[in-house]
DNA sequence: CGCTTCTTTGATTCAACTCAATGGATGTGG
DNA sequence: CCACATCCATTGAGTTGAATCAAAGAAGCG
């Protein structure tokens, strides 16, 4: 199938985090170019992988965490019963992996959405380049609390928020992630079903797709199949604040 | 109201977390000695806090990170609406701000439920401990780890589970972190309000109430206001694992 | 082209919410 | 010590947003 003159040895292909396109928003961020050196050593690039396959899974005993280059990946949970959580999709410049440390495996899963290439950086050696350089220390622990923060962020957009607020939110959420790769902030693509949107945000494949017709039909969005184009964003963020009106305000607050 | 003789100066009270009672459950897990006496000189005991007091707020500079010594902590985002979404309880020996290092500065407030003390730890001497104790490093690694895997299961709890299932659930976990700490895993007091609990779990305060009814009526428990027996821990257990039987299994998997 | 998978749409149901009222604790001042 | 006010929790009645059930349509694939 694939011609000589069109092989490509990946293995050749020098994962250097210097020339990477990426590397002002994922881990080597800050860096000193010195520094950057010395990560470059310990990462490893991936060839494409394949819509579907997993980079790692729960129970796999720890060797990496990953940063995605291209292509995005969903993270999930499954518990007892065999029912699947998704914890977040990841797009390039973004980290998996970071549950894993506790205890030496994984707890999630990770699985390409379409076509992807990521990096994988092994624990043992990152850890000890954090010894040698403060900045990257702090550089990982900035990570990890982001991560935290955005899973704040996402408990209180499924605790508080109403479907539509909810959809909408997560509209955003991308977009504003598509604009600080430099793609566009109004028209994407969404790499996940429904079924996996609905699953995120803890509702029905039915009730995202209404909604999605709902936005469409008020001129919100334009959506083909996987295709979406954000055509009145402050509405949506109108939304996304609950300006849906609905009781709201302190629904269930604490004084 | 204090005659002298009772006056207590917890300045004078040396916070040594070799002498702690938690030191095994708490941030210097696994150290060596002569590693936890570095530890030492940077943590700074708190005296009593008094019930309804803040360590801190959304918006404070980064300090420092906490442990809690005695007590119990609410931790808590409010959002643009001004409605609050509870993050988490926490109990003696677990660590609250990491939330912070991101930016610098708190993005969630922290706030006593009873009187509580702590251990303050500036994050910049953490770090420096950080660079000379690897085994340190690793272990405030392995803390944001687990906050981070913790955060994914209250996700999959809230996203996926009845309002019966939260609060077994709910019930559970404060038992088995009461008996990691010595205390009985069977009997032992909320000490978060009804409101608190609906809103951590995504649920009214009449639906925690009524649960809770039910849960008694049924011979599950015994509740007297703050005070909660578990009567019939494989019963709650069961409960847990969404043996309170509805449709589940692959409710919303993704194939 | 037939098969499967994904998505949309409609009709109906139900778990949890809202609204409303009462009951019990806790706290304060006279 | 009691009267009163406040706060928190419980209970009941009615409503509703999203789930479930069901079926048809569109897209992708070998």
Same mark, same amino acid.
């Given at each position: 199938?694939? $011609?000589? @003159?069109?092989?490509?040895?990946?293995?050749?292909?020098?994962?250097?985090?210097?020339?990477?396109?990426? /590397?002002?928003?994922?881990?080597?961020?800050?860096?000193?170019?010195?520094?950057?050196?010395?990560?470059? /050593?310990?990462?490893?690039?991936?060839?494409?992988?394949?819509?579907?396959?997993?980079?790692?899974?729960?129970?796999?005993?720890?060797?990496?965490?990953?940063?995605?280059?291209?292509?995005?990946? =969903?993270?999930?949970?499954?518990?007892?019963?065999?029912?699947?959580?998704?914890?977040?999709?990841?797009?390039? @410049?973004?980290?998996? @992996?970071?549950?894993?440390?506790?205890? /030496?495996?994984?707890?999630?899963s990770?699985?390409?959405?379409?076509?992807?290439?990521?990096?994988?950086?092994?624990?043992?050696?990152?850890?000890?380049?954090? =010894?040698?350089?403060?900045?990257?220390?702090?550089?990982?622990?900035?990570?990890?609390?982001?991560?935290?923060?955005?899973?704040?962020?996402?408990?209180?957009?499924?605790? =508080?928020?109403?479907?539509?607020?909810?959809?909408?939110?997560?509209l955003?959420?991308?977009?504003s992630?598509?604009?600080?790769?430099?793609?566009?902030?109004?028209?994407?693509?969404?790499?996940?079903?429904?079924? $996996?949107?609905?699953?995120?945000?803890?509702?029905?494949?039915?009730?995202?797709?209404?909604?999605?017709?709902?936005?469409?039909?008020?001129?919100?969005?334009?959506?083909?199949? =996987?295709?979406?184009?954000?055509?009145?964003?402050?509405?949506? /963020?109108?939304?996304?604040?609950?300006?849906?009106?609905?009781?709201?305000?302190?629904?269930?607050?604490?004084?």
């Open positions: 199938m694939i $011609e000589p @003159g069109q092989i490509i040895d990946f293995s050749k292909i020098k994962a250097t985090c210097s020339n990477c396109s990426l /590397h002002e928003l994922c881990l080597p961020r800050g860096l000193k170019i010195a520094d950057l050196e010395k990560l470059e /050593h310990v990462v490893k690039g991936s060839r494409p992988i394949e819509k579907g396959k997993h980079i790692f899974r729960a129970e796999d005993p720890f060797e990496s965490i990953y940063a995605v280059r291209t292509g995005s990946v =969903k993270v999930y949970i499954i518990n007892e019963s065999g029912e699947e959580q998704i914890i977040g999709f990841y797009f390039p @410049g973004e980290i998996i @992996g970071f549950d894993a440390i506790e205890h /030496h495996k994984h707890t999630c990770a699985v390409t959405l379409e076509t992807t290439t990521y990096c994988a950086m092994p624990y043992g050696k990152m850890s000890d380049i954090c =010894k040698e350089i403060p900045e990257f220390q702090n550089q990982m622990f900035r990570l990890l609390s982001r991560e935290i923060s955005n899973e704040n962020q996402l408990l209180l957009t499924i605790n =508080k928020r109403s479907a539509e607020e909810r959809i909408a939110t997560f955003i959420s991308l977009s992630r598509f604009r600080n790769l430099g793609y566009s902030a109004k028209e994407y693509n969404l790499p996940m079903s429904r079924q $996996e949107i609905g699953n995120y945000l803890g509702l029905t494949i039915e009730t995202v797709s209404r909604l999605f017709t709902k936005f469409q039909r008020n001129g919100l969005v334009k959506i083909d199949r =996987k295709s979406i184009s954000l055509e009145n964003l402050p509405a949506i /963020h109108a939304i996304c604040d609950g300006f849906s009106e609905r009781g709201k305000d302190n629904k269930n607050s604490v004084a």
